[in-house]
């Protein structure tokens, strides 16, 4: 099971987390977020992080030329799409960077976007579904429907996000198989500044 711990700032919170068994960090490069990093933050959490961890930028309507820049300012190892990103500019991205995973995040908010989602699994290497909210991209806190995700099968490997926490992610695997999760406001004590007793919480849960 991956587990990726998203809207990391701080270098020494990057390294624990890591060490407490994340196997990817996102990093917000969503101006508008209040856990918004620029590269040379990235770029500092990055250089205290193993190798074997994923690094994953979080971006939202970028050009391929803004998101090249970054991963090349940083050493980020993915890219999560989390804005209106068609399946053109997916195509086009990951021929501009071969070597970079390429995650698509969805929206939930109606069992039609299941569908589209499943539009995307040739053009990305891994889908991330994400609870809908008028307002905010992301980072909301609010769950999906996990029942209306038991059918969900799509032909690559998918996260599951949107209100995780320690308390209610084993219920939510116990309805829903995805090959990962992933974690933002769940483990926060304010947006971009993690608990790790929340996050230790997390992974003591997960080895039950
Ligand atoms: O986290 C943000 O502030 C954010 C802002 C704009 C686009 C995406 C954003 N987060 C993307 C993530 O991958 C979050 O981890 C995901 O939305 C889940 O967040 P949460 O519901 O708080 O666990």
Not at 79 to 108: M, S, T, W
């Amino acid at each position: 099971m991956r587990v990726k711990i998203c809207g990391i700032t701080q270098p020494h919170q990057g390294k624990t987390i890591a060490s407490l068994g994340a196997t990817a960090l996102g990093f917000i490069c969503v101006p508008s977020s209040p856990r918004y990093v620029n590269s040379e933050q990235i770029k500092a959490v990055i250089e205290q992080l193993p190798q074997q961890t994923d690094k994953i930028g979080v971006f939202a309507n970028s050009s391929k030329e803004e998101i090249a820049q970054t991963v090349a300012e940083t050493g980020l190892t993915g890219v999560q799409l989390h804005g209106d990103e068609f399946l053109d500019f997916c195509q086009q991205l990951r021929d501009y960077l071969p070597n970079i995973e390429i995650i698509k995040a969805l929206r939930i908010k109606t069992a039609d976007d299941f569908d589209r989602a499943k539009t995307y699994t040739e053009y990305v290497d891994t889908l991330l579904l994400d609870a809908y909210h008028p307002e905010q991209l992301g980072g909301t806190g609010k769950t999906l429907n996990w029942d209306m995700l038991q059918q969900f099968n799509p032909d690559c490997p998918w996260f599951l996000a949107g209100g995780l926490t320690p308390q209610n992610v084993l219920e939510a695997l116990n309805k829903v198989k995805p090959n990962g999760i992933d974690l933002s406001s769940g483990v926060e004590t304010a947006p971009g500044d993690k608990d790790l007793d929340k996050v230790s919480q997390l992974f003591e849960k997960l080895r039950k």
